[in-house]
T-cell receptor, first 115, second 109 residues
Framework: ETGVTQTPRHLVMGMTNKKSLKCEQHLGHNAMYWYKQSAKKPLELMFVYNFKEQTENNSVPSRFSPECPNSSHLFLHLHTLQPEDSALYLC??????????????FGPGTRLTVL | GQNIDQPTEMTATEGAIVQINCTYQTSGFNGLFWYQQHAGEAPTFLSYNVLDGLEEKGRFSSFLSRSKGYSYLLLKELQMKDSASYLCAVRDSNYQLIWGAGTKLIIKP
């Protein structure tokens, strides 16, 4: 595997379900990100991890819970979601989270539908 | 607040040239990025500008004017595969990326 991978690619869940999204990067990067992408809206940064430490939480509801066990893996645990949480969830990584030129590499995303 | 503005949609003809504009108002500036995103796919990096001027990379060029809070992406010799959304993003003083909503570019034969 190369680059950034995400599983599952598609997920349909009810509002009472619990599910997890997984992201893995094979680039040797130290920073990882979760974004939410809704139609015709800017990418919304949700969480940032730099060297496994969470450095950013953009007022994300507690029904979204991130986990970063190491620099290569990032999870997003979901529970009691709302229909408005339906979106494309993108994971990205970068060499680190603090330098100016810091290109982010994105995974293919998980298309989430909450019924 | 922080804001990135770009046109919602543009249409151009195969073989032509198109310029996609981006204006920004952010707390600090540590570089501007352009990404391309095909429908249903991940965004991919196109260009990075941190100093004023033009950066050329093949058929694509990106321009930055920090004093005007303005950038554009210039696509030459358009091909059908260039049909995609183009995302402008600015790195702010906290080194976080602030994203525009993207410009959907439609290429017609």
């Amino acid at each position: 595997e190369t680059g950034v991978t995400q599983t599952p690619r598609h997920l349909v869940m009810g509002m009472t379900n619990k599910k997890s999204l997984k992201c893995e990067q094979h680039l040797g990067h130290n920073a990882m990100y979760w974004y939410k992408q809704s139609a015709k809206k800017p990418l919304e940064l949700m969480f940032v991890y730099n060297f496994k430490e969470q450095t950013e939480n953009n007022s994300v509801p507690s029904r979204f819970s991130p986990e970063c066990p190491n620099s290569s893996h990032l999870f997003l645990h979901l529970h009691t979601l709302q229909p408005e949480d339906s979106a494309l969830y993108l994971c990205a990584s970068s060499p680190d989270g603090t330098s100016g030129y810091n290109e982010q590499f994105f995974g293919p995303g998980t298309r989430l539908t909450v019924l | 607040g922080q804001n990135i503005d770009q046109p919602t949609e543009m249409t151009a003809t195969e073989g032509a040239i198109v310029q996609i504009n981006c204006t920004y108002q952010t707390s600090g500036f540590n570089g501007l990025f352009w990404y391309q995103q095909h429908a249903g796919e991940a965004p991919t990096f196109l260009s990075y500008n941190v100093l004023d001027g033009l950066e050329e990379k093949g058929r694509f060029s990106s321009f930055l004017s920090r004093s005007k809070g303005y950038s554009y992406l210039l696509l030459k010799e358009l091909q059908m595969k260039d049909s995609a959304s183009y995302l402008c993003a600015v790195r702010d003083s906290n080194y976080q990326l602030i994203w525009g909503a993207g410009t959907k570019l439609i290429i017609k034969p």
